[in-house]
């Protein structure tokens, strides 16, 4: 940064010809141009070595009439460790998306605290909310970039979701480490515990499930998923730790606090209770 | 080989000031002004190319003038904010800062460009106390004033700033905030007969110190004529955001649907 206060800033203290330039509206590109060192994807690697480094686990998301319910389980593990058990994975990216990752931990959240500004960024000097698919496809690129880091081992897939306001509908998209970004019908899940949360949604999800039902279907397949996989994060009781849940709908993202998680979670503990399998 | 006339440095330097000044006196004033819960942002601007928009989570820019020029600055000041609040935290993207570099940018224009910015800006941003806000007003050479109370600029901005001398006081509810700002904007400076100015002539927004985050909302429709109706009992504007689906930045009185 070369002693200015903000990267890329003229010595005079004025502001420099690339804050003035016409044209993008990307705070991705802008940065890129003035201090590619702050893009995760941008940085020198140092050749060879696969570094061992937390890795967040398990997300899922399922559609309900009017709108999308998002959740993650609240584990990062480092091997056979577990490296934070009230991590979030689960994250708004503006009044109409939420981002869940998997993956690498640090870059992940690097990744999302990125994303954040770029749509904000895109909202302020636009003055509107970019488009659904504009916002997958955002996201995309930033994964794409960060694909010399992935082939290291610090790979990050994120889910993402969002209300479509043209279409007044929720969706969901997922993505794979090059960059590839899939629509997808009804529920996905990503991360360690996917293939277990997937199953449990597939049984559980229903078309024209209701809200409620549809966040108890959400929590019930980390349950499933936290049943049968190390790395993700069962409902913790005793600290009180609960999955994070985003619910998405016209009137924008709402978290469930503390209390209303809590209440729904020790519903599901307490019906499993002889049942563990949940079998209905 | 032709030789320049000489021109002494004063002389230049108040005929792009005269050039610039006679430039920002063309347009429609815009004024900044505090009320009870935060900083109110008054224009008269019909179109949608704003002259008012927000910046970081509690600052906002307002500006007369040459559009494309400001806007240029605006979307500089946008991008400095932003890279500030990454690469830091969030808290320390500051009004100062942003005015700093604005004045540097607008006094190198002024004495090394041959053509000056025809604009005049205004940075302010809301404290938690209203004893904390922040507002400096910025002129084409780079002069920079911290102001407390109201700012007047642009069109004929001497008339305005008298009613606004007289009326403005601490702690004025927003209803009353914008019945001052718009009288002032309406009056003619001629001395003829007020303007009648119609809420959809009008570009209004607020940073609302009690909100979290993002503080910056746009007033428009029914909400906005009711806050200019005095014999209106709603003088605040609501402190939730609507749940109509769009963008949150928008307080329009509308009932959701």
Known sequence: MKGSSTPGEGRSGSLPAAYLRPGSASFTEFVASVAPELLPGRRPLPAGAVLEAPHGTTIVAAEFTGGVVVAGDRRATMGNLIANRDMEKVFAADEYSVVGIAGTAGIAVELVKLYQVELEHYEKIEGTIMSLEGKANRLASMIRANLGLAMQGLTVVPMFAGFDLDEDRGRIYSYDVTGGCYSERDHHSIGSGSLFARGSLKKLWRPGLAEVDTIRACLEALYDAADDDSATGGPDVGRRIWPTLAVLDRSGVRFLTADELAERVEAIVADRRGNPGGAR | ?257
């Open chain 2, 1 to 257: 080989m032709s030789m320049p006339f000489y021109v002494s440095p004063e002389q230049l330097m108040k005929d792009k000031a005269d050039y610039a000044r006679k430039g920002i006196a063309r347009g429609r004033s815009v004024i900044v002004l505090q009320y009870d819960r935060g900083i109110a942002f008054v224009a008269e601007n019909p179109q949608s190319l704003r002259k008012i928009s927000e910046i970081y989570d509690r600052i906002a820019f307002a500006a007369v003038g040459m559009y494309y020029e400001f806007e240029n600055l605006r979307v500089a000041g946008i991008r400095y904010a932003d890279l500030r609040g990454y690469s830091y935290d969030r808290s320390d993207v500051s009004a100062r800062g942003l005015a700093n570099a604005y004045a540097q940018t607008l006094g190198t224009v002024f004495t090394q460009e041959p053509k000056p910015y025809e604009i005049e800006l205004c940075v302010a941003e809301v404290g938690h106390t209203a004893d904390r806000d922040q507002i400096y007003r910025l002129t084409y050479d780079g002069s920079v004033a911290d102001q407390h109370g109201f700012v007047v600029m642009g069109g004929a901005s001497g008339a305005a700033e008298e009613r606004l001398k007289a009326g403005w006081r601490d702690g004025m509810p927003l209803g009353d905030a914008l019945v001052l700002a718009v009288t002032a904007l309406a009056a003619d400076p001629a001395g003829g007969e007020a303007r009648a100015l119609s809420p959809e002539q009008l570009e209004v927004a607020v940073l609302d110190r009690h909100r979290p985050r993002r503080t910056f909302r746009r007033i428009v429709g029914p909400l906005l004529a009711d806050l200019l109706n005095t014999d209106s009992p709603i003088a605040h504007a609501p402190e939730t955001d609507e749940g109509v689906p769009g963008h949150h930045d928008t307080l329009s009185g509308e009932p959701s649907t």
